[in-house]
């Protein structure tokens, strides 16, 4: 199993990112996928996730703000991210629960794959 993320970076408040993690290695396309991040001297947070038929949630913090959408044809996931402030700057992982998966939680514990993580800032 291998989870690659990129997209990361530097931007000002109000600007856009958008973050990429493609994902590889599992029997069968019931992946669920999730992103997380990690302000400095906080604990890892869950930012949104999708189940494997493409259902997304988000939370409290950046739902209507970020999207998140999964290609089962590439075995990529995007986390579009609008309007970001600079609370939303950390280390973002993408996370995966699979083969086999249908549907998720946002916590951690419901994940089992973990990709280095990509920074960002605001």
């Known amino acids: 199993v291998q989870l690659v993320e990129s997209g990361g970076g530097s931007v000002q408040t109000g600007e856009s990112l958008r973050l990429s993690c493609a994902f590889s290695?599992?029997?069968?396309?019931?992946?669920?996928m999730g992103w997380f991040r990690q302000r400095t001297g906080k604990e890892r947070e869950g930012v949104a996730a999708i189940d494997s038929y493409g259902a997304p949630r988000y939370s409290d913090s950046v739902a209507g703000r970020f999207t998140l959408s999964k290609d089962n044809n590439q075995n990529i996931v995007y986390l579009q991210m609008n309007s970001l402030r600079p609370e939303d700057s950390g280390m973002y992982y993408c996370a995966a629960r699979g083969p086999n998966c249908y549907s998720v939680l946002l916590e951690r514990r419901y994940f089992y794959d973990w990709g280095q993580g990509t920074q960002v800032t605001v």
């Open positions: 290695g599992y029997s069968n396309d019931r992946v669920c």
